[in-house]
């Protein structure tokens, strides 16, 4: 096995054993056995290592990741991957015992430093999961490379809206309402792309 197979290997690991981990160069190349110069020298950037990855993890453990799927436009791919999201949680009764737990877990208990790590590295996987699929619609030209975050949070406020109204006794149907909200959704990523670069403030 060559070094940077070695090297994200042992971050594949640690994100595995702990989704909050944060991948700290000296803790991966330490994982790895090897130098952190070497390691620098594969990935001279820590986002470099994490790009590299995610990429592994959708490539090799979720073959059937739907933005992957280049025989539908990119609007539908990256519909079907907010549907894929949506999907295991249900609705009615499934919905509601799936937000039970995640009220019981992370809302009803104090705020202790465990509860909040074990939160951020939940929604830290959560952002990856949508950081990637922007990636992948930027390397096709779907979207203007650049800084996606904006949009990463704006669809996982979306997606947990809609897993909120799935529990909720709502009088319209979910599946109309649901599709009328994501297809917004992805019409306004696909036609706003992402942030800007910040340019000099004003005094």
């Not at 791919?77 to 949506?86: E, G, I, K, P, Y």
């Not at 609705?91 to 019981?104: K, L, P, S, V």
Request: net charge negative.
């Amino acid at each position: 096995m060559d070094t940077r197979e070695k090297i994200l290997q042992a971050a594949a690991e640690m994100i595995a054993e702990d989704m909050a981990a944060k991948l700290s160069v000296r803790a991966v190349a330490a994982r790895a056995g090897v130098s952190t110069g070497s390691l620098r020298f594969h990935f001279p950037t820590q986002r470099a290592l994490q790009d590299s990855l995610l990429a592994r993890i959708y490539d090799d453990l979720l073959p059937g990741d739907p933005i992957r799927d280049r025989t539908l436009p990119p609007r539908e791919r990256l519909l079907n991957c907010l549907r894929q999201v949506l999907a295991p949680l249900g609705t009615n009764e499934d919905a509601r015992t799936a937000w039970g737990t995640m009220y019981r877990t992370f809302i009803e208990p104090e705020p202790t430093e465990p509860v909040r790590t074990a939160y951020l590295g939940h929604e830290r996987e959560a952002e990856r999961r949508v950081e990637h699929w922007l990636t992948v619609l930027a390397e096709e030209g779907a979207l203007p490379p650049g800084d996606h975050t904006r949009n990463v949070r704006f669809l996982l406020t979306v997606l947990n809206g809609l897993s909120v109204e799935r529990a909720l006794p709502t009088r319209e149907s979910v599946l109309i309402a649901e599709t009328e909200t994501l297809n917004a959704a992805v019409d306004h990523v696909l036609s706003t792309g992402p942030a800007p670069p910040a340019g000099p403030t004003r005094p």
